[in-house]
């Protein structure tokens, strides 16, 4: 039921920007904090940010603070990610999250691939 389909990535040079959107459905979306995490080849996941689900309050990790905005558009089931400043160290698939209790992993999409390479 609960599908989440992330769009947006590609390659960019460093210095780059790029806007990434999850189209949400299957659930009320707007009742949900979501998340962004992401996944280098070969490493394990890192949370990257949450919002809650007024959209009121941000949290984000200390490697994309200053450089990352989450958003979402309830009306739109959609929960957005602009990057800029992109470093190779945020090259990494990108998932959108739906919370689950007081954690980030409830529901995940398919993810989409962001490069950040010269």
């Known amino acids: 039921e609960v599908q989440l389909v992330e769009s947006g990535g590609g390659l960019v040079q460093p210095g780059g920007s790029l806007r990434l959107s999850c189209a949400a459905s299957g659930f009320t979306f707007s009742s949900y904090a979501m998340n962004w995490v992401r996944q280098a080849p070969g490493k394990g996941p890192e949370w990257v940010s949450t919002i809650n689900s007024g959209g009121g309050s941000t949290s984000y990790a200390d490697s994309v603070k200053g450089r990352f905005t989450i958003s979402r558009d309830n009306a739109k089931n959609t929960l957005y990610l602009q990057m800029n400043s992109l470093k190779p160290e945020d090259t990494a698939v990108y998932y959108c999250?739906?919370?689950?209790?007081?954690?980030?992993?409830?529901?995940w999409g398919q993810g989409t691939q962001v490069i950040v390479s010269s």
């Open positions: 999250t739906k919370t689950l209790g007081s954690t980030y992993g409830g529901s």
